[in-house]
């Protein structure tokens, strides 16, 4: 089974970008439909956005359309969630997830959970 470990997150000013990562372990990307869901303090775990087991597709939230681009490397072993015109609302824990569910929206419809990483947003 793959195992899924973010990195990228930190501290930055509102209007700011950052990049987050996905690195697989114990096999690659590919035949996965991969998902970034966020949980910000008291509050339920969001969907953020997926892709497409090929890599073609995206979906988004409303509330980060326009602004977050999920992409995948060519390898197909790291998954990014690039990040811009960041707001404070934006501050969450960012989770990627792994499953098989074309176009899932819900925690339900991924197997395979990262233990997320901290992007905290400044006003």
């Known amino acids: 089974q793959v195992q899924l470990v973010e990195s990228g997150g930190g501290l930055v000013q509102a209007g700011g970008s950052l990049r987050l990562s996905c690195a697989a372990s114990?096999?690659?990307?590919?035949?996965?439909?991969m998902g970034w869901f966020r949980q910000a303090p008291g509050k339920e775990r969001e969907f953020v956005g997926t892709l497409s087991r090929t890599g073609r597709t995206t979906y988004y939230a409303d509330s980060v359309k326009g602004r977050f681009t999920i992409s995948r490397d060519n390898a197909k072993t790291t998954l990014y969630l690039e990040m811009n015109s960041l707001k404070p609302e934006d501050t969450a824990v960012y989770s990627c997830?792994?499953?098989?569910?074309?176009?899932?929206?819900?925690?339900?419809?991924?197997?395979?959970w990262g233990q997320g990483t901290q992007v905290t947003v400044s006003s």
């Open positions: 997830a792994a499953g098989f569910v074309s176009g899932g929206s819900r925690d339900s419809d991924y197997k395979y």
């Open positions: 114990g096999g690659t990307l590919s035949g996965y439909v």
